[in-house]
């Protein structure tokens, strides 16, 4: 009998999109009027839930939103979370930060509204050879960004 090698790698394109992404949450309300009203993700409801994640939601426990392309960011509740530096400049985790693309019409607009909500900016607007973007912190000191692309700049 011939035994074919095990394959140590995955094919380029096996991986298809990002499913979700998961952020721990100090503050479950503001991160959710962060996320919902002010960056205007649709927040699931009903039976848009993951069955899976149903009963937690309705514990408050997670919120779950989706972008426009079907990317999911799961909020998950942990009151007693707190980073090793309370100064958000200091980051904290692997993660750098998490880029929301946008139409370069609307990019103005954007900025407008984190200006307008008096979110805390790390730095930007920006403007770079790939794009302009600008990056600014969430309820919990995470860094994100809003970005368009430079071909449409």
Same mark, same amino acid.
């Given at each position: 009998?011939?035994?074919?090698?095990?394959? /140590?790698?995955?094919?380029?394109?096996?991986? &298809?999109?990002? @499913?979700?992404?998961?952020?721990?949450? /100090?503050?479950? $309300?503001?991160? &959710?009027? =962060?996320?919902?009203?002010?960056?205007?993700?649709?927040?699931?409801? #009903? *039976?848009?839930?993951?069955?899976?994640? &149903?009963?937690?939601?309705?514990?408050? /426990? !997670?919120?779950?939103?989706?972008?426009?392309?079907?990317?999911?960011?799961?909020?998950?509740?942990?009151?007693?979370?707190?980073?090793?530096?309370? *100064?958000? /400049?200091?980051?904290?985790?692997?993660?750098? @930060?998490?880029?929301?693309?946008?139409?370069?019409?609307?990019?103005?607009?954007? !900025?407008? $509204?984190?200006?307008?909500?008096?979110?805390?900016? *790390? @730095? #930007?607007?920006?403007?770079?050879?790939?794009?302009?973007?600008?990056?600014?912190?969430?309820? *919990?000191? =995470?860094? !994100?960004?809003?970005?368009?692309?430079?071909s449409s700049v």
């Amino acid at each position: 009998m011939i035994l074919s090698p095990i394959q /140590k790698t995955l094919a380029v394109g096996t991986l &298809r999109r990002i @499913h979700h992404i998961a952020l721990n949450v /100090k503050d479950m $309300v503001a991160s &959710r009027q =962060f996320y919902g009203e002010i960056l205007g993700l649709h927040e699931l409801t #009903g *039976d848009e839930v993951p069955e899976t994640l &149903r009963s937690l939601v309705a514990q408050g /426990k !997670v919120a779950n939103f989706i972008t426009p392309d079907g990317t999911v960011l799961d909020l998950f509740w942990e009151p007693e979370l707190t980073p090793p530096n309370l *100064d958000p /400049k200091q980051q904290f985790t692997r993660a750098n @930060h998490l880029a929301f693309d946008i139409a370069p019409e609307l990019f103005d607009q954007a !900025v407008t $509204v984190i200006h307008q909500n008096q979110i805390l900016i *790390d @730095h #930007g607007p920006i403007t770079r050879p790939t794009g302009q973007g600008i990056y600014f912190y969430d309820p *919990d000191g =995470f860094l !994100v960004e809003i970005r368009c692309d430079a071909s449409s700049v």
